[in-house]
């Protein structure tokens, strides 16, 4: 079993910063994949970043370069730094991560870009 709790979400305005984090408890170690989705309100969940256990990572088109994901192997840590934050981004936003053969997702954390 795998618990995931997300943190860091809030108000931020256009062009603001946010660094969210997944603290993971249970079943979880360096070769364990993680991600970042988001969903906003009318709108499908979508993947946003993925880091792999060697530390690859991939990244939505829309949040290139604006986005970054990283983990902390050794407390069982995984961040999302979120950089000139635009009011598309609004959402609320999942970790994630599949030990087959389920996915496993945390309760989310509410990002919102308002002026």
């Known amino acids: 079993q795998v618990q995931l709790v997300e943190s860091g979400g809030g108000l931020v305005q256009p062009g603001g910063s946010l660094r969210l984090s997944c603290a993971a408890s249970g079943s979880i170690g360096s070769g364990v994949g993680m991600d970042w989705f988001r969903q906003a309100p009318g709108a499908q969940r979508e993947l946003v970043a993925s880091?792999?256990?060697?530390?690859?990572?991939n990244y939505a088109d829309s949040v290139k370069g604006r986005f970054t994901i990283s983990r902390d192997n050794a407390k069982n840590m995984v961040y999302l730094q979120m950089n000139s934050l635009k009011p598309e981004d609004t959402a609320v936003y999942y970790c994630?991560?599949?030990?087959?053969?389920?996915?496993?997702w945390g309760q989310g954390t509410q990002v919102t870009v308002s002026a």
């Open positions: 880091i792999t256990g060697g530390g690859s990572t």
């Open positions: 994630s991560t599949f030990r087959s053969p389920s996915r496993y």
